[in-house]
């Protein structure tokens, strides 16, 4: 009985310390970088500021070594691990806060979502976003360059002021009509959505069924449909 006893506290013990372990935070100051490349599911928060760094809060049974995060060139790379296989935690997941001064670049894929509480400023930003993940910014740039493929969201408010281009595939949905263009050149196939307010050039190309839905007053409209696609003004 008093082995059982004893196994038993025993057993608590552990599950306490690594409950523990897996739930301590990390913070770690970075090189300066101008690109953030995500893969895996976490949930990044962008804030941008006078530093670069990252805050990292682990999700259950999720440890630091699960997580590689690290500066090449002038990318900042987060990503599973490649060199742990846990077999505790085949799919490691955090969110992480990402401090940034100055990005021009972000890319995601796998079911990662980024997101930020700032407005993201940039003289050019571009953005690509691929699988099942999820990007949601309100930005002020003067260009955009923007791709998503497979089932991908991408929710983006603010101004572009000068031109945008946007290439877009699989059953991604994109946009909001928060998000006010000058100028707008869009390719789509699949049967991707896109909601936009624009106010100046729109030359768009659409196959498959996707569905372009605008508010605003193009300047000038050129548009080539094939399939069931379409596009249309709302009020």
């Not at 990292?56 to 070594?65: I, R, Y």
């Not at 060199?83 to 995601?108: G, M, Q």
Request: glycine residues 8%; hydrophobic residues 35%.
């Amino acid at each position: 009985m008093k082995n059982t006893y004893l196994k038993t506290v025993f057993v608590l013990a552990l599950s306490f310390l690594s409950a523990s372990l897996f739930a301590q935070d990390i913070k770690k100051d970075l090189p300066n970088f101008s690109a953030l490349k995500v893969s895996g599911a976490f949930d990044v928060i962008l804030k941008q500021g006078n530093k670069t760094a990252v805050e990292v809060q682990l999700k259950g049974s999720t440890k630091a070594e699960d997580i590689e995060i690290e500066v090449e060139g002038e990318s900042l790379k987060i990503r599973p691990n490649p060199k742990v296989r846990s077999w505790y935690n085949s799919s490691p997941s955090a969110t992480i806060y990402v401090y940034f001064k100055n990005l021009e670049n972000i890319s995601s894929s796998g079911s990662s979502d980024v997101t930020s509480r700032d407005v993201v400023k940039a003289d050019e930003l571009k953005i690509a976003s691929s699988g099942s993940s999820d990007i949601k910014l309100p930005i002020e740039v003067n260009e955009l360059d923007l791709s998503a493929s497979g089932s991908t969201d991408i929710y983006l408010s603010g101004n572009v002021k000068n031109d945008a281009e946007m290439s877009l595939s699989g059953s991604c949905d994109v946009g909001t009509y928060d998000l006010i263009l000058n100028n707008l050149e869009i390719n789509m196939s699949g049967s991707c959505d896109a909601k936009l307010t624009i106010n100046g050039e729109l030359e768009a190309r659409i196959s498959g069924s996707g569905d372009i839905s605008y508010k605003g007053e193009p300047t000038t409209q050129s548009v080539k449909i094939s399939g069931s696609g379409d596009i249309h003004k709302v009020m």
